[in-house]
C-alpha cells in the first residue's frame, strides 16, 4: 500500500510569470536605491522577489540590476506604468538622491508566485532571485503502524461498499473514525433511493443523529439535579423554619430525585458499526463535557462535543474520514463544513495506472471535489483546510 498527500495548487504549480521594469544601477549607490523604491514603489505581491540581481559584467566589474516597478500595478489608478512615466521617474529620483541616474529600463519577467519547494525554487530563480522559507511540512511520513490503521478502516468501507453494491447502489462505502472517542460510524451508498444519499452525507448524517443524542442525555442528566437540587433546597428551607415534622411524600420525592441525579445514564446506543472487538460505548459521565456549552459553529450544522479555541463546536471536529473512492464536490463542501481532521480515499487501478486498467474497473474519478477535478480541501477562499491522502493498494 502505498499513500500519496493531495497537495494545493501552491506546491505543485508551474512558472507563472509577470513582467516587471528593470533597470541597471552604479553599485555604490545601491542602498540609496532600495531605499527609494521601497518606499515609492513597494513591489505588491512580489515581496518574494529579490530587488536586485547581480549580473555577470563580462570582462568588465558585476552589473547590478535593480527592480523598478511592475510593468502592470494593480495599485495605480490606471492599471498601467508606462514606460516614459518610468524613465521620467527615475530621472526625478536619481537627481533629487543626488546619485548616478539608471540606465538600461528594460521589461523582464519574473516569477508571480512564491516558491514553496527546493524543485520550484530551482527552477523559478534563473529568471531573477528569489527569497524561499522551507516550511519543513511537506507531506508526512506513515509508521507501519499508521499504515495498518488505515488499511482496515478502507477494508471496512470496502465493506460497506460491497453491501451498496449488492442493494443495487453505486459501489461506495465510509467510515468515520473519531480516535479520542473510540467511535467509528460505517456507512454505504443508498443514492439509489435517494440522489443525495451518498455514502459520506450518510455518514455525517449518523455523526448528527449520535450528536442528537448526546444532546438529549445531557439535558436529561441536567434536568435531574436541578430537581434534585430544588428539593434539598426546599427541604433546608423546611427545616430551618422550624418544621418538625417532614411531609413523608415530600421526602419521598426528594430523595429519589437525588437518585436519579446521581444515577448513570443508560449506555449509549450503538452508533452504526465498530470496528474494534465488543461493544465501545461512549462514557457521557463526564463533568466537564456535562457542562460544556453547546452551540452550533458557523456552517458546521452541529457540534461533536470537541471545542476549539474560539468556543465554537464543529459536528466532525477529530474525525477522520476513509472512503472508497475521491469524494464529490458535494460530499467536500460538506466535509468543510463539518470540519473534518483528514480524509483518506481508495485509488481504483485505472486511476493508479491507466494503462493496467481493465473493462471491469471504474473508470478514472475526474469530477471529484478533493484532487481530481478541485481541491476544495486546500481553496483559498474557504475557511477550513484538511489533508487528503490518496491510498493506492
Known sequence: MRIEPVLSEEWTRTLETVDVYAATIDPRSASTWIRKLSADRPLHGLDHVKRIRRDAGGAGPPVL??????????????????????????????????VAACKDLAVVPVSRHAPKTRAQLEAWRTLWPLDFHDTRDGPPEFTPSELDYVAGHLAAAREEARKALAAGHACVGAVLVNPS???????????????????VIRAIDLVAAEERERRRRRRRRRRRRRQAAEASTSASAAFSAGETEVDPASAAAAAAASVAASAPLPPQRTLGKRLSSGDVSDDDDDDDDDDAVV???????????????????????????????????MCSMALVHSRIERVFFS??????????????????RRVGGLGSAYKVHSHDSLNHHFPVFRVFD
Open 295 to 329: 452551540s452550533a459553529g458557523g456552517g458546521g450544522g452541529g457540534d461533536s462535543g470537541d471545542s476549539g479555541d474560539n468556543g465554537e463546536i464543529y459536528l466532525c471536529n477529530g474525525y477522520e474520514l476513509f472512503v472508497t473512492r475521491e469524494p464529490c464536490v
Open 181 to 199: 472517542r473510540n467511535l467509528i460510524v460505517r456507512a454505504a451508498d443508498a443514492r439509489a433511493h435517494h440522489p443525495l444519499q451518498h455514502a
Open 65 to 98: 540590476r535593480i527592480i523598478v516597478c511592475p510593468v502592470d500595478d494593480d495599485d495605480d489608478a490606471a492599471g498601467h506604468n508606462p514606460r516614459s512615466a518610468v524613465e521620467a521617474y527615475l530621472a526625478a529620483a536619481a537627481a533629487s538622491a543626488g
Open 347 to 364: 485509488v481504483g487501478p485505472s486511476e493508479a495506472s491507466p494503462a493496467s486498467s481493465t473493462a471491469n474497473a471504474p473508470p478514472p
